[in-house]
């Protein structure tokens, strides 16, 4: 009748922290007696023991791109989701507007311009030697 009840909401039936077997009446566990509390327990999918249905997931499907550095390069299917690595043009797409911005040009270290005041300032040359410079201070 209880394992009846307990099979129809999907749950088994535990005392004192062990499972009762399917078949297991509760006349035959040890321990039990009357006025003892049942517990009927919702059955984990996958069959018990704590186990997800899909077993542990303890493994990395993601590592590191070698051209966007995000950890989105699958190591199954050895594309990047971010930048769809190892394809010749970036991954980019115009419902990711937002995406775009982040990746525009502008964006990122820019070390030209560290030199294209001094460049500019000579108009630009180069493969030339400069002129040599007096030193100062030497008054003779």
């Known amino acids: 009748m209880l394992f009846a009840a307990a099979a129809a909401g999907g749950a088994g039936l535990v005392f004192g922290g062990v499972s009762l077997a399917r ?3 509760l006349a035959d566990v040890p321990g039990l007696e009357e006025g003892s ?19 542990k997931k303890n493994k990395k499907s993601h590592g590191l791109c070698i051209r ?30 937002k995406a775009k911005r982040r990746r525009a040009p502008g964006t990122g270290r820019q070390q030209y311009v560290k030199t294209l005041a001094r460049r500019f300032k000579n108009k630009f040359r180069e493969g030339t030697t400069p002129t040599a410079r007096k030193k100062r201070g030497s008054s003779q």
Not at 37 to 43: E, M, S
Not at 47 to 54: I, K, L, Q, V
Not at 76 to 92: D, E, F, L, M, V
């Open 23 to 25: 078949g297991q009446r």
């Open 37 to 55: 509390t049942v517990h009927a327990v919702p059955r984990l999918a996958g069959g018990g023991d704590g186990t997800e249905a899909m077993g």
């Open 68 to 97: 966007c550095g995000k950890r989105a390069f699958h190591l199954q299917k050895k594309r990047c989701a971010s930048c769809g690595y190892p394809a010749t043009k970036i991954r980019s797409y115009e419902w990711a507007k």
